[in-house]
């Protein structure tokens, strides 16, 4: 199989099919036997999705009219980022991505022409796209005025930059079964080279990414991949034994399994939305050898699952625009419509009121969200501080928000994230 095809039909998926790039990779990547080819294919996807933007504003300028044709399309985009941004020789490139059009042969002189012709003109092509605002950071213009309007023009292209990198691999020790040094020492036995995280007790850096099975004691549970910025949650919950834990919004499981490793002598209960979803929890659980009561229930009706019993801590990790997880999933630039937010914040607000209830007098509720945008996080706290003359915040240090606190894409090595601490008065 060609890799360069197997490439392109899977960003038809996601270009054409509005399929996350994740799926459409699980998709693809088992009928490739050779690892080599799983990850050029992985590799060339990810690529094209991170700078989709940039590369259909260079393949406008080599063609006549657009090309309508879904494969031959993305088919277009795998050769320009193979010639754009990949170590690959370039007549490689440029003949095997025309050996991809395969049956579609009055597409071969075209694509052809397209790579032969970025290959003469790629100075002036690059530079025309450096004057292109869209091209230039890569990210759709919707979403460039956003992040502008929230965070100032130098800021954004902090940001936009630090979307466009490849995001390290982080792990987070499980404290329950293993200490960090002696987990840096396993990984130094087997030649993975990382690093402690400062700041962030149970995280690891790793040099590069490796697959998860080649972790010591992945299985066993010592260990689970989580971005540091994520890590962050538990230690926000201010958690003690004997305390009644919410996790509301936790599929996955992330951070309950995070929670549950700090402090393992909690009741602690996790609701998610989402059965699928749901069924992660149980496995993610199972391997970490935790447990917490599971509910598939809506956050924001606790009357149709909610015993009435109070909490004394409270995550509401909000479901969100997810825009600060841009460098892990480059598809979400091109799958996420400006529509899309729109009803998002009634939705997160709507959950956070519905936490509030469920909280006891003199409890702590965290609000978490992965995005940068002010109007899924620090206005939310606002507004709710404004309406709750109950919720006392609790204010982080220092930090570019108003309320909570901002981690941006650009400040620390972590995800874009933001959290918020809302003391319950008596
Ligand atoms: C950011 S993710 C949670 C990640 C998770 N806390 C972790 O650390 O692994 C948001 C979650 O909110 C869930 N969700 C969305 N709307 C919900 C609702 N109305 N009630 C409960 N869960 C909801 C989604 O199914 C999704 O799993």
Not at 48 to 66: A, E, G, N, S, T
Not at 126 to 153: C, F, M, T, Y
Not at 359 to 382: F, H, P, R
Request: glycine residues 4%.
């Amino acid at each position: 199989m060609n890799t360069r095809l197997v490439a392109a039909r899977t960003l038809v998926r996601v270009l054409d099919g509005g399929q996350s790039l994740t799926a459409a990779l699980e998709h693809a990547l088992p009928a490739l036997e050779n690892p080599q080819d799983k990850a050029f294919v992985q590799a060339v996807c990810y690529g094209v999705c991170r700078y989709y933007h940039r590369l259909q504003f260079i393949l406008m300028q080599l063609v006549d009219k657009p090309i309508k044709d879904a494969e031959i399309y993305a088919l277009a985009l795998v050769g320009l980022y193979q010639l754009a941004f990949m170590r690959v020789k370039t007549h490689a490139a440029v003949s095997e991505t025309v050996l991809a059009t395969r049956k579609k042969s009055w597409a071969k002189p075209l694509i052809n022409a397209v790579l032969r012709r970025y290959l003469r003109e790629q100075e002036n092509l690059e530079s025309q796209a450096n004057s292109s605002p869209v091209a230039l950071h890569s990210h759709p213009k919707w979403l460039i005025s956003r992040v502008e309007n929230d965070w100032g023009n130098e800021k954004a292209a902090q940001i936009f930059q630090a979307n466009n990198q490849f995001p390290p691999m982080m792990l987070r020790i499980n404290r329950l079964q293993t200490i960090r040094e002696n987990y840096l020492q396993q990984l130094a036995a087997l030649e993975i080279e990382a690093e402690a995280v400062e700041n962030c007790p149970a995280a690891i850096r790793l040099v590069k990414p490796v697959a998860v099975t080649a972790l010591p004691n992945f299985e066993s549970g010592a260990v689970s991949v989580q971005d540091t910025s994520a890590q962050f949650a538990a230690g926000l919950l201010e958690l003690k034994a004997g305390q009644r834990i919410l996790d509301l919004c936790a599929a996955p499981a992330g951070k309950t399994a995070h929670i549950l490793e700090s402090q393992p002598n909690l009741e602690c209960v996790a609701v998610d939305i989402d059965a699928t979803r749901m069924q992660r929890v149980e496995t993610n659980l199972k391997r970490l050898n935790l447990s917490a009561t599971l509910i598939v229930g809506d956050a924001t009706q606790p009357e149709s699952w909610w015993n009435g019993k109070l909490f004394d801590r409270i995550l509401v990790d909000a479901p969100c625009s997810a825009l600060g997880v841009i460098r892990r999933h480059p598809d979400i630039k091109i799958l996420r419509r400006a529509e899309d937010l729109v009803a998002l914040p009634a939705l997160q607000y709507a959950i956070l009121n519905a936490a509030w209830s469920m909280l006891a007098e003199g409890g702590l509720l965290v609000y978490a969200t992965c995005s940068i945008l002010k109007a899924e996080n620090e206005d939310q706290i606002a507004h709710f501080l404004t309406e709750n003359a109950n919720a006392q915040e609790i204010s982080f240090d220092s930090n570019p928000a108003k309320h909570g606190w901002q981690i941006l894409t650009s400040d620390q090595n972590g995800d874009g994230f933001y959290y918020a601490r809302l003391y319950k008065l008596a």
